[in-house]
């Protein structure tokens, strides 16, 4: 699938971004999103700004292009068909996460749509839930164009760090340096997860990670990963060859 794409990508700028918009478009659909590899696909996407085969403003315009259709698609067909929704099989096996997603967004409606764009399971179904609920068109609009705004940039941005890492020239040290940037955006990512979960884990009730994560061991993981990420980023950025890999990003940014 991934090679597909990016075989596709490379024909023409005009495929590229066609690309780009569907990916952001079907990532977003209601329910389609939950079958598709989108974090993978948009990473994919990112690599190959990285390294210059696509332009970022333009993939950033079309990723908007993109998520905004499959939103307001997305919230029209839960407020056209919300009764046969509901007695849908599908959406009965899901029941846990529509009741949640209905309770955060009748608490909480600007900032569940927003976080709900940036949380896999909960993008493809937050505005078909909010059309199913009738929600004002005026507390949609609002936090769907910021998250439309920003998710694709955020998605691109593991692809696009991965992509101008590529382009480093090669030399004895380069090797390491991407290793080092490598373990740097996993534990990034790890302390972000790992508090994240901890947030949550005062908030909401237990999943399947809980008793292998459980609050007293998240209270002595988080500052742990939260310090090596700290470490590595400034091992990093004190590397000799920060410089050039910032000046690569800083082009593709600039192209």
């Known amino acids: ?12 700028v005009m495929y590229s971004l066609i690309a780009v918009a569907l990916v952001a478009f079907l990532e977003s659909l209601a329910l389609v999103g939950l079958i598709l590899p989108g974090t993978l696909m948009m990473s994919a996407l990112g690599a190959l700004i990285g390294s210059g085969e696509v332009n970022f403003w333009q993939a950033w315009l079309a990723g908007i ?6 939103d307001w698609i997305s919230f029209w067909l839960g407020w056209r068909f919300k009764k046969p929704l509901h007695r849908w099989s599908f959406m009965r096996k899901n029941k846990a996460l529509l009741d949640k997603t209905e309770h955060a967004l009748h608490k909480h409606s600007m900032i569940t ?10 993008r493809p179904v937050v505005p078909m839930v909010a059309g199913m609920l009738d929600l004002p068109v005026s507390k949609f609009l609002l936090p769907n ?4 705004l920003l998710w694709p940039p955020i998605y691109f941005l593991p692809g696009i760090l991965a992509g101008a890492a590529i382009d480093i020239p090669a030399d004895a040290q380069s090797g390491g340096f991407k290793w080092l940037l490598l373990l740097a955006a996993v534990l990034v990512w790890l302390a972000a997860w790992l508090g994240w979960r901890l947030w949550r884990s005062g908030k909401s009730g237990t999943d399947r990670l809980t008793k292998f994560l459980p609050r007293t061991r998240l209270l002595v993981l988080v500052p742990l990963t939260v310090l ?28």
């Open 1 to 12: 699938m991934q090679a597909l794409l990016e075989h596709f990508i490379t024909q023409s």
């Open 65 to 70: 292009v993109g998520c905004l259709l499959g």
């Open 113 to 122: 749509i927003l976080i709900g764009r940036f949380i896999g399971p909960t």
């Open 145 to 148: 164009i910021i998250g439309c």
């Open 228 to 255: 090596l990420a700290l470490a590595s980023l400034y091992y990093l950025f004190h590397h000799p060859l920060m410089p050039v890999y910032l000046e690569i990003l800083g082009k593709v940014v600039s192209r």
